[in-house]
Each structure stands twice: as structure tokens, then as C-alpha cells.
């Protein structure tokens, strides 16, 4: 049976409706995501512009009881690690290319009072996790290339999820990008614990049964 406690499911809200986000997201955390996921884009790091700190404190204002998980797609990223942290982040996730100092970024993280995670691009190797696995709370291994929503999921990232798994067994391994009920239970087997779907969830009728079939389909994952 499913343990409510290993797995996440975090909503990416790139995917919702901007001009009905309160009541898209009510739906949303009332249905049972753990997280509100925030793609951060600033057209520079990835070919995509999207949210400033400011709606992380909106939300943070809406209902305060709703932690959210700020995936930073920015070159640099220090300041706004800490504008972010500011806005009311739960979680703040880098990738190593985007800084200069991964170590001071990632410690920069911990410091302003919200858990530090590492995001792999797909071909980003995991040579990076040697020097740094004791700073983070998660990693986060994308299984499409970042800068948009709605990309199909790359088989080849499932090994590489396994590969994380194996080195770093008490590593919480995080999987963003194609993410949907029918492949879940593949990411699951391999190690992943936390799931980042976005228009899987918001793009079709029902947020509700959509998260209930993501649910479903992890309910009969071996513990």
C-alpha cells in the first residue's frame, strides 16, 4: 500500500490558468498536491520568462499553509535565492551551471531558512553530486530539457534516476518534466519519491481525478 509519507506530488503552476490561479490552485491543493511547484525562468538560462518573487508572496499571503517549491532557472541565481527565500519559498532548487560557487549558492540556500536542492539537466552528468550530496535535501533530475511545459518525458533519464538511487540511497530524488500517471510508477521503481506535474494536472478536465490517478498509480509500488 501506498505510504502518504514517501511520496510527493508537487503542481506546477506554469501549467494553470493565470487568469483563474486562486481558484485553479485551491482545486489543486484541495485534491491532494503536497506542493505548489514554481518554475522560475528568466529568459537567459533557459529560452522561456515566467514568475518574479512577488507572486511567491502572493501565495505565500493566500493561504500561508501551502509551501511552495521554487525551481530557479536564472544565471546568477544568489540574489534571488534570497529574494525568494524572502517571498516565502519552503524549498529552493538550483542548477550548478547557473553559479559559480554551487557550494555558496547551495549553503546560501540552507542559511535563509529553506531546504536546498540540485537540479540535473538530462545530459548534465552526476560528477557535481561527489562534492556537494551533503548540502542537499533533494536532488531533482529533469526528464525533459528545461524552458517548457508540456514536453514529452526522456526514457533514458529513468536510468539515470536509478544511477541516483543506488550512489545516493537516503538522497530524496525529485523527477520534473513529462510526468504523468501512466509513467510514475516507472519513475517510482527506479527511486523517485517527489513528482513535479504540470500540465498533466491542470491541462486536462479534471485536477481532481488527475491526481487521483497519480496517486492510483503509485499505490502499488513495493515499499
Keep these: 500500500m501506498l505510504d502518504p509519507e514517501k511520496y510527493l506530488i508537487l503542481a506546477s503552476i506554469m501549467s494553470a490558468d493565470m487568469m483563474r490561479l486562486g481558484d485553479e490552485l485551491d482545486q489543486v491543493m484541495q485534491s491532494g ?3 505548489l511547484h514554481l518554475d522560475i525562468m528568466d529568459h537567459h538560462y533557459v529560452p522561456n520568462l515566467t514568475f518574479g518573487p512577488k507572486l511567491c508572496a502572493d501565495i505565500k499571503n493566500y493561504n500561508s499553509r501551502w509551501k511552495m517549491d521554487v525551481h530557479l532557472m536564472v544565471q546568477p541565481v544568489d540574489q534571488l535565492i ?4 524572502a517571498a516565502g519559498a519552503h524549498r529552493i532548487s538550483i542548477h550548478p551551471e ?5 557550494d555558496r549558492s547551495l549553503q546560501l540556500i540552507q542559511q535563509s531558512g529553506c531546504k536546498a536542492g540540485l537540479v540535473l539537466n538530462p545530459a548534465t552528468t552526476l560528477d557535481c553530486l561527489s562534492f556537494c550530496a551533503h548540502r542537499l535535501d533533494f536532488v531533482m533530475v529533469m526528464t525533459v530539457n528545461p524552458g517548457f511545459g508540456g514536453q ?15 550512489l545516493y540511497p537516503d538522497l530524496p530524488i525529485s523527477v520534473d518534466g513529462g510526468v504523468c ?4 510508477s516507472d519513475l517510482a521503481i527506479a527511486g523517485a519519491t517527489q513528482f513535479v506535474a504540470g500540465s498533466a494536472i491542470f491541462n486536462r478536465q479534471d485536477c481532481v481525478k488527475n491526481i487521483l490517478n497519480m496517486r492510483q498509480s503509485l499505490s502499488n509500488i513495493p515499499s
Design 181 to 184: 500517471a501512466e509513467n510514475m
Design 98 to 102: 547557473a553559479t559559480l560557487h554551487l
Design 33 to 35: 498536491a503536497d506542493m
Design 152 to 166: 514529452q518525458l526522456i526514457p533514458q533519464m529513468i536510468e539515470k534516476i536509478a544511477r541516483i538511487n543506488s
Design 82 to 85: 534570497l529574494s525568494f527565500a
